[in-house]
């Protein structure tokens, strides 16, 4: 037992999956407690597992109403589980190491620098400190700035919960909500749609991007991470809201009847939320087919590297495109803005992009057969089935008809897009850093 328990503590790939498998436990009995629920009798121990799993992997797809169904005890819990999937679990650690004032462990600071993405060891306390600033910072402004409405809306103690639930959960890309329909009913409103979507791009970018145009001052500056995720976010925003507007200008079930001013904030909004946020300001089971499927193009791609975000991030998405590029170029190296990618970069985003569609393709196909029996299309089964593994929580409201083992597949598709599918394989690897001492001679394959 001795030597399995050093063996855990020298992997922190393991470690980084049961500390948020412990996490999702600890959700789920808080959850399942009776008292969690308004009617006073547990929510079961599968729909308290969903929730648990959604709410920490900062997904937001939910079984039951989050407006209606919890207590303020089961909110708080909600809230706190997004927060700790939102900073990770040993940032969290952190912060509890900082008010005690104890001093962070090695082990803690190995932990923390595969959690954040770093480099080497050297400074990760420092930076972890920073990001803590700067998220707390964040969801307090947004806090302040929902709060205009909000207190409005629902009076003081009320308005200041809702603002504070909502920024976390926006910033976080989480898409739980207090309001019972999401931002349906503010769909016009500049206040709302700004600060949500102000929130979820700024956690969708993550603190690297903000601290290297801060330290850079000028795009030539900028590392080559930063270039791409501005560009490609750009793009993906602003060509989204483009294609949302014109699919969706005129449909009644969607944005018909709203003004000229209201369509556009909609369709920003619907742009900028698949982006892993999990929000909706117009109802999404009555969206027009060809939206559906950008959706699910977008969420799929999701947010940035080292950021609240899930999908298989803009960064992986531009590397296989410069990729693709230099390769018809017919180049021997990726090269972009006077840079050359590594090829085992290339090669990583290959994977993780092919991963990414290998599951949602295989769960998709179970749960048209778990599922038969519900009369759900293939691209509803599709679309709930993106938005779990990209972490996302946008709904074409069939989450909460599910089977059983519907739930219990969808959230297990959750936990691997929060902590990545590689980040599985390499917990399972005795040595993935391992190199040989020799080269096989090289093979022959025709592709194409």
């Given at each position: 037992m001795k030597l399995k328990l050093e063996a855990l503590q020298k992997n922190p790939?393991?470690?980084?999956?049961?500390?948020?498998?412990a996490i999702i436990f600890a959700g789920t009995i808080l959850l399942s407690l009776p008292f969690a629920s308004q009617d006073g009798k547990s929510v079961g121990f599968i729909n308290a597992l969903f929730t648990a799993t959604s709410a920490t992997c900062v997904t937001g797809l939910v079984v039951v109403n989050t407006a209606v169904h919890w207590t303020l005890f089961g909110k708080i819990v909600i809230i706190v589980l997004i927060q700790i999937g939102g900073l990770g679990v040993m940032s969290m650690t952190a912060i509890i190491a900082f008010f005690l004032g104890k001093r962070i462990s090695l082990k803690t600071r190995v932990l923390m620098m595969e959690e954040r993405g770093a480099d080497e060891i050297q400074g990760v306390v420092r930076l972890t400190k920073h990001i803590l600033i700067y998220t707390f910072a964040v969801e307090l402004i947004g806090a302040i700035i929902l709060s205009f409405v909000f207190i409005r809306d629902y009076g003081l103690l009320t308005g200041i919960g809702f603002s504070i639930?909502?920024?976390?959960?926006?910033?976080?890309?989480?898409?739980f909500d207090l309001l019972g329909n999401s931002a349906v009913n503010y769909v016009d409103n500049p206040i709302i749609n700004f600060a949500i979507c102000v929130l979820i791009v700024v956690g969708?970018?993550?603190?690297?991007?903000?601290?290297?145009?801060?330290?850079?001052?000028?795009?030539?500056?900028?590392?080559?991470?930063?270039?791409?995720?501005?560009?490609?976010?750009?793009?993906?925003?602003?060509?989204?809201a483009v294609l949302i507007y014109v699919v969706e200008?005129?449909?009644?079930?969607?944005?018909?009847?709203?003004?000229?001013?209201?369509?556009?904030q909609a369709s920003i909004f619907q742009s900028i939320s698949?982006?892993?946020?999990?929000?909706?300001?117009?109802l999404i089971e009555n969206l027009r087919m060809?939206?559906?499927?950008?959706?699910?193009?977008?969420?799929?791609?999701?947010?940035?590297?080292?950021?609240?975000?899930?999908g298989i991030k803009t960064t992986t998405l531009a590397v296989l495109l410069s990729s693709i590029y230099n390769l018809v170029k017919g180049k021997r190296d990726i090269e972009a803005f006077g840079k050359r990618i590594m090829p085992d970069t290339a090669i990583k985003a290959a994977i993780i992009s092919w991963i990414g569609v290998m599951l949602v393709?295989?769960?998709?196909?179970?749960?048209?057969?778990?599922?038969a029996d519900s009369g759900y299309s293939y691209l509803d089964l599709l679309f709930e089935t993106v938005s779990a593994f990209a972490t996302v929580g946008l709904?074409?409201?069939?989450?909460?008809?599910?089977?059983?083992?519907?739930?219990?597949?969808?959230?297990?598709?959750?936990?691997?897009?929060?902590?990545?599918?590689?980040?599985?394989?390499?917990?399972f690897m005795k040595n993935h850093r391992y190199i040989g001492n020799y080269t096989y001679p090289e093979g022959k394959i025709i592709i194409g």
């Open positions: 790939y393991m470690v980084f999956l049961l500390s948020f498998a639930f909502h920024s976390i959960s926006s910033f976080c890309n989480a898409g969708g970018l993550g603190f690297y991007v903000f601290w290297d145009i801060y330290e850079s001052k000028s795009f030539k500056r900028l590392t080559l991470h930063t270039k791409f995720a501005l560009i490609i976010s750009a793009i993906l925003i602003i060509g989204g200008h005129d449909n009644l079930g969607t944005m018909a009847n709203l003004s000229l001013s209201g369509k556009i698949p982006r892993t946020a999990g929000w909706n300001s117009v060809p939206t559906v499927a950008l959706m699910v193009a977008l969420m799929f791609i999701g947010g940035t590297s080292a950021s609240t975000a899930g393709t295989v769960v998709t196909f179970v749960l048209s057969i778990t599922e709904t074409r409201g069939i989450t909460p008809e599910l089977s059983d083992f519907g739930k219990i597949l969808l959230a297990f598709v959750m936990y691997m897009g929060r902590v990545g599918p590689l980040t599985i394989a390499f917990a």
